[in-house]
DNA sequence: CTGAAAGCGCTTACAG
DNA sequence: CTGAAAGCGCTTACAG
């Protein structure tokens, strides 16, 4: 059996006090006691109890990471979140859970319920989400990854949408495309008004572009890419113009590539194709490889991790924090080379 | 603060011995105490506390899930791993805890001496894996993802990479291919000859090929898409005659098809490529869709937990659990067209 | 069928 | 500087 404090206590002639302040260092003891208490933890190989601890502190030093469980979710990028939370958590001392979502509210509270983790981060919150709701009646510690559209007194960590927009518009201006079409992949349907990543990326991408004198023209396409595909056969209707597209999704911009290849135009030379937000594995395979501005995944993993751990530790609130994704370059990018790609008519 | 069962007891007027029994439908309780009791757990929202259960029982009903902390690791698959193996866990009422593996077994001591899980699952075992030998050191339960060299005694669950291998050389016999060339990605280095996929892929391809008349021939790639590229300038010295690739990683497959149509071949018109046990995403977003045999990785993360949890249980160690990829068509692959795709001297 | 009580292995005021 | 003791919220023989 594992020694117990009760054991290196009598190994030291002690109480289980003193070898309690001992391991946790939490009161003077003397270099004397000390030195026999360490002697028999070593002898004995003690390690102290975790859930021994977690009762008696009411702290279990355990976090959730409530994560959605959509078979085909944001695949590459669950992975980045759920192992650099990890990392962070197991950094400062913590475990951490995985919760996997099934979309029911009364489960999360269940969970939380149990006692067994000190806060929760939950990831892919949409502008109205009623797991926020929830543990705000709850009370109970949580940060987020995303935003919701009030973030007052929140603890949130989130891509910088509009940054990561303004690196994408102002590569392609520097290689001097003007006709600029932004593509977002959303899961269908109406839901999508309330994903957060659309909704910011279109805003930001729209203001950009006026800013700038461009004309905005955004395209909506699935998450597939067959959808990709699907959005190459209208562009020339949609956007005869157009020489560079940001697309907001991997499989999308590689469906939109291979399209715009089958309708026998050249990418980059008749056009650009961007894709915003995504993973560079994924870009990688494409032919040619993608120019991206990468999804900052594990930041953000680390960072809602942190923010929790700050809110358990007694800290306030902050402004949300945002982190933009970095330009890297592929070769589906490149100069101008004339301003109407499509035929008329398309 | 949550009720405890203490609040329970003197709100049902009974002792917190029977609330017990009651919530853990361990005893025989009359119908009208049990059901005094269930009023009173309702009135008060009352939920068991976890930390304080599993001190007393011995058990946390939690479970570790080691994966490895390789920055750029098998990344769409560890998702796979981890949410399927949450899920697993979820179903049978136990939590996931996802520990990070930093190639240390002292750490791994440490955190099973820490006392919060019941037993470990450990993914990405290579044929002689340190951390096998750590835990049964230690006696302490675990289930394994892969396979080391001697499985005597232990959970195991694995692709079956024999069955994965004929299911693709059966397809592309199908076709009339005669030729059929294997190439491995591996991490490189000495070490992927105790990398399981790799030894056991190989040492499959080579005993089907000989069976079926085939000659055997294999190459070595990295795990990246340039090292795929290189494959193909290299097919015509090492491989003249071959109309066939199986590949075993996603980014090689994707760099080798790119290699191949630089070089002016089509794909698969005059070279028909396989990508074995990769995943659907990364086949759909390459040009053309790669045809797979697909990585069971959702199957292997629940299959591991199972085992664990019998383990846990009482079951005793049966045969490795072995799961195959299956076969998805995409457009990469298609019927042999003349045996020598490739110019001599190429 | 129900209860009193010991015990799980720690933490933490409180005394001295 | 050190210790005796209560307590965290349960489970589980043991009695009755």
Redesign the interface.
């Known amino acids: 059996m594992?020694a117990t404090m009760k054991d290196v206590a009598d190994r030291a002639g002690v109480s289980i006090a003193t070898v309690s302040f001992v391991v946790n260092n939490t009161k003077r003891v003397s270099p004397d006691t000390r030195e026999r208490i360490e002697r028999a933890m070593h002898e004995l190989?003690f390690?102290?109890?975790?859930?021994?601890r977690?009762?008696a502190s009411r702290r279990?030093r355990?976090i959730a990471l409530v994560?959605p469980?959509l078979e085909?979710s944001v695949?590459?990028s669950?992975?980045?979140f759920?192992?650099s939370a990890?990392?962070a958590a197991?950094d400062a001392d913590y475990?951490?859970?995985?919760?996997?979502d099934r979309g029911d509210t009364s489960q999360l509270s269940?969970l939380v319920?149990?006692?067994?983790v000190d806060g929760v981060v939950i990831m892919e919150v949409g502008l109205d989400d009623p797991r926020v709701d929830t543990l705000r009646r709850l009370k109970f510690p949580f940060a987020v990854i995303g935003r919701t559209r009030d973030t007052q007194g929140l603890y949130c960590v989130d891509i910088d949408f509009e940054a990561s927009l303004r690196t994408a518009m102002d590569y392609l201006q520097g290689l001097g495309h003007r006709q600029i079409v932004f593509v977002s992949g959303t899961r269908g349907g109406a839901s999508s008004d309330t994903y957060g990543p659309h909704v910011r990326t279109v805003q930001a991408y729209r203001q950009a572009a006026t800013e700038r004198g461009i004309r905005p023209v955004v395209l909506r396409s699935g998450q597939?890419?067959t959808s990709g595909r699907m959005i190459a056969q209208q562009l020339g209707t949609n956007a005869p113009d157009a020489t560079a597209l940001i697309v907001r999704d991997?499989?999308a911009a590689?469906?939109l590539?291979?399209g715009l290849?089958g309708r026998g135009l050249r990418v980059p030379a008749d056009v650009s194709v961007l894709s915003l937000l995504s993973?560079h594995?994924?870009a990688?395979?494409?032919?040619p490889?993608l120019t991206i501005v990468s999804s900052p995944g594990r930041e953000l993993g680390r960072l809602g991790v942190e923010a929790l751990l700050r809110q358990l530790h007694g800290a306030g609130p902050t402004e949300p924090l945002l982190r933009a994704g970095v330009l890297e370059l592929g070769e589906s990018t490149g100069p101008v080379a004339h301003a109407h790609a499509f035929p008329v008519g398309g």
């Open positions: 594992a190989g390690r102290r109890n975790a859930v021994a977690a009762l279990t355990i994560y469980d085909h695949r590459g669950a992975t980045d759920i192992s990890a990392q197991s475990n951490l859970v995985v919760w996997p269940a319920g149990q006692g067994l597939t890419v991997d499989a590689a469906g590539v291979a290849q993973s594995e994924m990688a395979v494409c032919h490889p």
